[in-house]
């Protein structure tokens, strides 16, 4: 249901369906985390992804693997463009970086932690919700809905690995060679005959 409610919004890729379906994009997958992290209600997911999607990165940092700086996230950078450049990070960075999401419903506010940085991202508030932040009504039992890093991983691993083979990941499980691509990118096995798959 939170599939098909965003794309009947224009949210997610849109076409066939069966077998001739458009594959999944990375920025269809942020949508739907978004989506399934910001409400439990399928009737909710347009708005909450539209609202959260856009949310403004008021608190951003470097990002650093084994001490050397690999990117920023700036002030301003919007939720979406975010988390959406992590996922389509090659999958052995992804894994370096131990990327974590998170929503928390009560403060209206998404939080990524990469490596040591803490990211945080709000929401515009309309003026009913600052209303009830100035009174403390946000306040009490916390509600947070997210992802680990393994949870992470293991949703970009297959955009990865069909943008190095360049084809998708049904036909690679369908001609047998999906656990011998895996194995070759992510775990650097070679193939048999010492060919690294690369020549």
Not at 104 to 126: G, M, P, S, Y
Not at 154 to 164: D, G, N, R, S
Not at 169 to 178: C, F, I, Q, R
Request: glycine share 10%; with cysteine.
């Amino acid at each position: 249901m939170f599939g098909r409610n965003l794309k009947s919004a224009g949210l997610l890729t849109t076409g066939a369906r069966g077998v001739n379906a458009p594959e999944m994009t990375v920025l269809d997958l942020t949508r739907m985390l978004i989506a399934l992290c910001a409400t439990d209600r399928p009737a909710d997911a347009v708005e909450a992804t539209n609202r959260y999607r856009l949310a403004r990165c008021v608190k951003g940092g470097k990002i650093e693997v084994q001490g050397e700086e690999i990117g920023t996230v700036e002030e301003g950078e919007s939720l979406e463009e975010v988390l959406s450049g992590i996922l389509d990070l090659p999958f052995i960075i992804l894994r370096m970086l131990n990327p974590c999401f998170f929503i928390h419903w009560n403060r209206l506010e998404a939080e990524l932690l990469i490596c040591e940085a803490r990211i945080i991202f709000k929401v515009d508030l309309t003026d009913e919700e600052k209303e009830a932040q100035f009174r403390g009504s946000f306040a009490g039992i916390s509600t947070r809905r997210g992802l680990d890093t393994h949870a992470l991983s293991e949703m970009a691993v297959a955009f990865y690995l069909e943008k190095e083979e360049g084809t998708t990941w049904e036909k690679m499980k369908e001609t047998g060679s999906a656990a011998k691509v895996a194995a070759r990118h992510i775990f650097g096995v070679k193939d048999e005959g010492g060919d690294d798959g690369n020549t």
